[in-house]
DNA sequence: TATGAATGAGAGTTCATTCAT
DNA sequence: TATGAATGAACTCTCATTCAT
């Protein structure tokens, strides 16, 4: 994903490496930062400057206000993973397989950044609620992929057909989920990808027939 | 749970019948339905006095700030739940029926009150980060039931005695939780009863040997 | 006029003499002396707030922003002065008698309120340009007044039948209106009531036959 | 006028043909434009740089700030007009001949830049007031050739001798300028210049004898 | 000369909370 | 107990101006 131009900025060919690029990730890592720290609402714009080390009004030249700000931090590290997940299950053929590969992306992207892991469990959430449908999109990309393998699992025969596909994505989901929620929560940080397995293993053997 | 006198009351002894019990519920009442329609940060004192035909500065009579009246409304409403839950629990002999029950009860509960159930999947994770460790106790407490029945299940020898019993309620929990989140955010309004049994279904397969 | 309910109160039924009222015209006073002092963009809503010794937050109970601050001084102004106007010229019968006395009554109305006439002068203009036609409701009203003067002299035969209606009704406006200007502008602040009957009679000679 | 170097050069003799003036004639262009369009407050200097194809920044090179560009922009209109009535007006030798000539000049230059129009009307008047006493000279200049003319005609015996010079000579003007403000604020776009005589015809037989 | 990304002071506005009634 | 007008701290966002390139 390429750093986009200041907002504001004509278009202009430059020779030299341009630096705004690094101010806009700079400025998408502290408001990471700085939701996961204190949550959007309490969190000021000025706070993300400051973290950014920029100006508050910087931050206006490369998001059109505070939402907008939050959204593409979210969306772009959702994305991020997103392309990483599809890339990786491509390469896996059991449904079975995907989904244990999947709960250890999972478990491990976030718990290699813990951060990201709280605006995802805690901004997410309500993002999805209140703000545009654009990231509900992300989460139905991810179930998509969840709710794929679960079916070529039953067609295959390998998981039980009586169950129903959005339910058990739910399963899947919500028991990865709130292992993260539990580790975000919890003060020993335990590597989080060390229970991937544990997890997968419970809901496959719920799958299986 | 009692309603409590205004804070503020001098001491005086009343012969009326409490109207002011009525208020006191009204205002919870109104704060957990703004609150699930805005969200916490994004809804108004005034909002919530509004929709409990109150003025503005009533609610302080009742509560000391805008979080005491979040922290309060998720409390009692959490309070009421598990007073049923262990009551519920304490007539079940085994392990495996306990959280069926619990499945049952926490979907039941949560689908019957839709708004009840945003204001828990949305601002309690909030508060849980942010706001007094009170609001953790409760998840504790809902935690303990689960862990409990699981163990039990464990010695019992019904359940599989290698699982993690903190992850497995992970598991459990995350499972009925995001059907909730699923449901909420859901436009159909399925009677979320209803998957019950499917959820409790593939974790139980799952945690059996 | 009335002063009006705070914006955001509910109606209530009060026994006791309201304040507010007090604080109400307060503003609007306050608004027109620092319009007239800074003008609209340069004062601050704070300054206005300080010059009625009322906090920055109450302007907004009455008003929505400070452009509708504006256009209320503004309009409030206006529309006792067309009032007044109004019952006044009715009881004149020659059109001459009443140009007449329209230029006295503008010309003393300001005359007595400096501040009012800066305001009128300079920031009517603006908003007859940029903001709603409201406004602009209350120069169509006084110049109606102007021309049906105008009309009847004309139909009486005093008044030069070959002039454009619109146009006479223009330098008579523009007269008295530029006397207020050079007024407001002068440093030496003579009576500006007294050019009254010069610059009518200036005017009166040009339109009578 | 000439357009001077941009403030910040450096000393440096320069054989190719000069482009600065190019873009110095076209910002002030561009401010006449955006201010008529927006107002001197509301618009931005970024849109007067857009609307000249220029840079932000190299309006700075050419004027101190903002307000220096109304100014100049305002001046450099004004000088114009100033000189070419100052020219026109020495060929004529009846003073009545001199005020209709005036009056057709200010008429027919305005009406033939409408933008100009607005912005004098409009920001000239605000400018007067608060800004450098600078712009006030000009009125003062363009007053100077009225008051002329009247006390020319009154010596002559043409005019009323018993009418106060100054009172007469802000009917002149008052009348031509309301003409400008009602055909600016007008839909219709008339030819501005088509009510030069009547306006002269009702001042002028005010004045005279 | 020219650019435009960056700055940061400062504005309007909101709203949790108070307190006189 | 109850009210709601009043408060003012604190927020987001804008935009004139600067300066490294």
Known sequence: ????????????????????????????????????????YVARVSDVAERASVADGTIYLYFRNKEELLMTAIN????????RARTELEAIASPAGKLRRLALLHLETLGSNRELAIVLQMELRQSVRFLVPFSQQHMVEYFGLVRAAIAEGQKQGVFRSELHEKIAANCFFGAIDEMV?????????????????????IILSGLER
Chains 1, 2, 3, 4 share one sequence.
Not at 194 to 201: E, G, K, M, N, Q
């Open 1 to 40: 994903m390429r750093a986009p131009e200041p907002r504001r900025s004509r278009i202009k060919i430059s020779h030299k490496p341009r630096v705004s690029g690094d101010k806009y990730q700079r400025i998408l890592d502290a408001a990471i930062s700085v939701f996961a720290e204190k949550g959007f």
């Open 76 to 83: 772009s590290a959702f994305a991020a993973f997103m392309s």
């Open 181 to 201: 929620t539990s580790w975000v929560l919890d003060e020993t940080f335990y590597p989080l990808s060390d229970v991937a397995d544990s997890v997968a293993d």
